[in-house]
């Protein structure tokens, strides 16, 4: 399996981590990260979608869980702005080098501003996409907000 830039991130880092491979496919009424926790038979709370915003019209990351949905206002008061929206796609997969659906928030071509919803630091890991649909990456979440240099707020509801 070739290395994305996001393993290839948390290597350099040595950050230990277990990569999880899955069939992507999924039904069409269900999303990327929904996907990733049927067919891994994981948590849905302890496995996070990252989401590329406009916080005050600046691209910002939001990591939430899969369980939940990301709470704009309280994501723009936590990056410390006043509005925030989502990105378009085309933005997000440009400036992060990933494909919706597989954008992680490891390794990403330019870094963003990064808020992890705080109900991470709950778990002993977590999981988050490698870099690609179909990999999951699980890491302990202060290794995920100290490489991303993510602040961790209640973003999620």
Do not use: C, N
Not at 3 to 17: D, F, G, I, N, Q
Not at 38 to 53: E, N, Y
Not at 56 to 61: K, N, R, S
């Amino acid at each position: 399996m070739a290395a994305t830039p996001a393993v290839r991130a948390l290597e350099k880092a040595r950050v230990a981590h277990t990569l999880h491979p899955y069939d992507p496919e999924h039904p069409g009424d269900q999303g990327h990260g929904e996907a990733a926790v049927a067919a891994l038979g994981a948590d849905p709370r302890q496995v996070f979608k990252t989401l590329v915003t406009r916080v005050d019209g600046a691209l910002t990351v939001a990591v939430v869980p899969v369980s939940g949905t990301l709470d704009l206002k309280a994501l723009a008061a936590a990056a410390g702005g006043r509005k925030a929206a989502m990105a378009d796609p085309a933005d997000a997969e440009r400036t992060t080098g990933y494909v919706v659906g597989g954008i992680s928030p490891l390794g990403q071509r330019k870094a963003l501003p990064t808020v992890v919803d705080e109900s991470a630091l709950g778990f002993a890991t977590v999981m988050v996409s490698a870099g690609r649909r179909g990999l999951q990456v699980e890491l302990p979440p202060a290794d995920l907000v100290r490489l991303t240099r993510a602040r961790t707020a209640p973003i999620g509801r």
